[in-house]
């Protein structure tokens, strides 16, 4: 087990196009959150999956923002339409429920840049 | 009010002192508390958890907690320039429920 994956590491875009980011939890791991995270700042929750469910989306996560876990296993994070406030750091994060005696286990983001 | 709290800093502490990291919290139903520590341009990494009031040791690194004073803190003893990061204060539960949100993060700073 290789911990959490996240692809690609850096993505430069223009605004306007669409960017789709790909995480693959630690295979035991039933739960997966992305956040974001913006400089000088701790990551904002986005959104969560148990298994293949959606179970909660932040409200900061607009129209623009869809994610996805197909059976339950790796998910997807796609921008449409991206605005340079979307630059950020895209964080994938894993664990097993109950799962918060455990915290949370990281990937190494996903740094997006929209010019 | 921000769920959870922490200085900003920087905070810079000579090399072999005791930093001292703290956090306060809004929800009164939190619990589970959390330290992690980022690196620049990393991700963040579980240093510590605690769950009950009290304080809980792991090697140089002591986390306290005091639900009463919805209150949690991080002291590194023997402070290394290696420790030099963003140490972000993280809760979960109450009305957070399943997902852990986390403080602005410290900045500290440990020189040589």
Same mark, same amino acid.
């Given at each position: 087990d290789t911990g959490v994956s996240q ?16 995480c693959d939890p630690i295979s035991e791991h039933n739960r997966l959150y992305w956040y ?11 959104t969560y999956f148990q298994n ?17 876990r197909?059976?339950g296993s790796f998910s ?15 964080l994938c994060a894993s664990s097993f429920s109950?799962g918060l005696?455990y915290g949370y286990t990281f990937g190494s ?7 | 009010?921000?769920?959870?709290? &922490?200085? %900003? !800093? ?7 002192? #005791?930093? *001292? ?6 929800? +009164? ?8 520590? &980022?690196? %620049? !341009?990393?991700s963040?990494?579980l240093?510590?958890? #605690?769950? *009950? ?6 090697? +140089? ?8 004073? &919805? ?12 420790? *030099? ?13 399943d997902k852990v ?12």
């Amino acid at each position: 087990d290789t911990g959490v994956s996240q692809d690609p590491r850096h993505k430069i875009t223009k605004r306007g196009q669409n960017v789709t980011f790909r995480c693959d939890p630690i295979s035991e791991h039933n739960r997966l959150y992305w956040y974001r995270q913006t400089l000088g700042q701790g990551p904002e929750f986005l959104t969560y999956f148990q298994n293949e469910a959606q179970l909660e989306k932040s409200r900061l996560l607009s129209d623009r923002f869809s994610a996805e876990r197909p059976k339950g296993s790796f998910s997807t994070l796609e921008i449409q339409r991206t605005e340079q406030g979307d630059s950020a750091m895209y964080l994938c994060a894993s664990s097993f429920s109950p799962g918060l005696n455990y915290g949370y286990t990281f990937g190494s983001g996903t740094r997006l840049t929209v010019v | 009010q921000k769920e959870v709290e &922490q200085n %900003s !800093g920087p905070l810079s502490v000579p090399e072999g002192a #005791i930093a *001292s990291l703290n956090c306060t919290y809004s929800d +009164r139903g939190s619990q589970s508390f959390f330290w992690y520590r &980022q690196y %620049s !341009g990393k991700s963040p990494e579980l240093i510590m958890s #605690i769950y *009950s009031n009290g304080d809980k040791e792991d090697g +140089r690194f002591t986390a306290q907690l005091n639900k009463a004073s &919805q209150y949690v803190s991080l002291l590194i003893r023997d402070s290394q320039p290696s420790d *030099s990061a963003t140490y972000l204060c993280a809760v979960a539960g109450g009305t957070s429920y399943d997902k852990v949100i986390f403080g602005p993060g410290t900045s500290l700073s440990v020189i040589p």
